[in-house]
């Protein structure tokens, strides 16, 4: 049997719940959670509960989570839909559609005009609860956490986080059983080298290679400014700009921008799959796309159509800049089967990024000042960024004073998974080689399993992982 240098493809199985009962465990555990983009708790005595959710909402998981926020305290729990709120049906998407990511950077309308218009949906949550005053606790949006409270604006303080168990497999997966105690610690490990960077280097067996250098104050900087739980900021630019950083962040002083240089390559995004693409990078700004079919073509016109637009602050002219390098750090997340090709999610590959070692490069630009958003205003420009996924990552940073270079996440697998200390915390919880391992690994032929990566996958990643699917094998 042929060896690989990255581990062999797998994925969990889960079984459609056919009752309440089911799901109950699940729900008593979302209830209770503190942690992460999900959770639900505290809930305190007497709050009234609205949960967004879509059309494809699972009945028994429904039901289930209102049975247990009521035994939690909750006084009232309603579900309404995305529909319901914007006032029209939402459009279906396929992971076979990854080109729309770049499509929706001049169509979506919340994503014009400085990013101040807010999607349909969450315009019409704000006037929903305006009318319906009695809710305390709003969960709303697959992300954009920072971006769904500013655009509640009074209501803000409602919006306790994001909702995304629609789908029954999302709603079950152990990724929400997961201790939040060995998370945080996790993350801790994670960022707690950053402060002391003084060169960076993200390598992937798919084509990536990309570097650049810090200062002291700029690392320092990046390690104030790169936790949010569960989406940890690795790139120093998302975490020193107002639009994300978890920390007050003053206009007056402009975040980090990178002289980072090399090739973003990849095949995936949060909408889906495309064609293998390779993004060159200078200086922090795209200089030139190579492949991609659709998503490719689009990137092209956009950039030589936006070509003389300066952002205020940026150091030169054009629209997309490297702005996001994100490690989410959920151990048991997995690419979702059950609607990946029929889904109501607007970004149906989403889930995937979720997984702890699995990265999400974006590039485009992100706001940081009023005089950012006033030029977007005055030029009607897009705003905010795309992305690739990269899954066997080897994220490294250089220790300033050193010749050693520390793997933060080393093919994927985040070193933290194996520190002594971390393993013993485990114990406390299950079985560390449980806990503290994967339950899904991507296929990439050549990479990881039997056959010709630029053969088999690059040209129509669609067409392979379908073929595995047909064939019972892990996608």
Not at 52 to 62: E, I, L, S
Not at 95 to 109: D, L, N, Q, T, Y
Not at 173 to 180: A, D, K
Not at 350 to 367: L, Q
Request: a neutral charge; aromatic letters at 12%; proline letters at 7%.
């Amino acid at each position: 049997m042929p060896t690989y240098n990255y581990p062999f493809p797998k994925s969990p199985g889960y079984k459609k719940p056919t009752c309440v009962e089911d799901c109950l465990p699940q729900a008593r555990i979302h209830a209770k959670k503190q942690h992460g983009r999900t959770a639900m708790g505290p809930v305190k005595k007497g709050d009234n509960i609205l949960l967004v959710t879509f059309p494809d909402q699972d009945k028994y998981a429904q039901e289930a989570l209102i049975q247990a926020l009521k035994e939690e305290g909750a006084a009232k729990v309603v579900f309404i839909t995305n529909d319901e709120l914007a006032g029209r049906e939402s459009e279906k998407t396929s992971v076979e559609e990854g080109w729309k990511e770049s499509e929706r950077m001049e169509s979506a309308p919340w994503k014009v005009a400085g990013g101040k218009t807010p999607s349909p949906a969450l315009k019409g949550l704000y006037n929903y609860l305006v009318q319906h005053p009695e809710f305390t606790t709003v969960l709303f949006g697959l992300g954009g956490r920072h971006h769904q409270k500013f655009n509640l604006r009074d209501q803000g303080h409602k919006f306790k986080n994001n909702y995304i168990f629609s789908n029954w497999e999302e709603f079950l997966s152990r990724s929400w059983l997961f201790p939040e105690e060995l998370t945080i610690e996790m993350e801790r490990r994670i960022l707690d080298p950053i402060g002391q960077a003084s060169e960076v280097r993200i390598t992937d067996p798919e084509g990536t290679h990309l570097e650049y250098s810090l200062t002291a104050e700029q690392a320092v900087r990046w390690q104030r400014g790169a936790w949010m739980s569960g989406h940890l900021f690795m790139d120093p630019f998302q975490a020193t700009c107002e639009e994300c950083s978890v920390v007050p962040v003053s206009t007056k002083v402009p975040p980090v921008f990178l002289n980072i240089n090399g090739v973003l390559a990849g095949t995936a995004n949060h909408v889906g799959f495309f064609p293998r693409m390779e993004i060159y990078i200078e200086r922090g700004r795209l200089e030139k796309v190579k492949g991609g079919g659709k998503y490719g073509e689009i990137i092209r016109e956009l950039v030589d159509k936006y070509k003389n637009i300066h952002w205020p602050g940026y150091p030169d002219k054009g629209i997309f800049w490297f702005c996001d390098s994100v490690v989410c750090t959920q151990v048991k997340s997995f690419r979702r089967t059950s609607d990946m090709f029929d889904s109501y999610w607007h970004f149906p590959n989403a889930p995937e990024r979720n997984r702890a070692g699995v990265f999400h490069h974006g590039f485009g630009s992100r706001m940081h000042g009023p005089e950012y958003q006033k030029y977007a205003d005055e030029h009607k420009l897009p705003t905010g960024h795309i992305h690739v996924h990269n899954y066997f990552v080897t994220f490294e940073i250089k220790l300033r004073g050193t010749n050693t270079w520390y793997k933060i996440i080393d093919k994927g697998r985040v070193s933290a998974m194996d520190d002594p200390e971390l393993r013993a915390l485990a114990v406390k919880f299950g079985d560390p080689d449980d806990l503290l391992n994967y339950d899904w690994i991507p296929p990439l032929p050549g990479i990881n399993c039997p056959g010709d990566y630029f053969q088999d996958y690059a040209p129509n990643p669609v067409a392979y992982l379908k073929l595995r699917k047909e064939e019972n094998q892990s996608i």
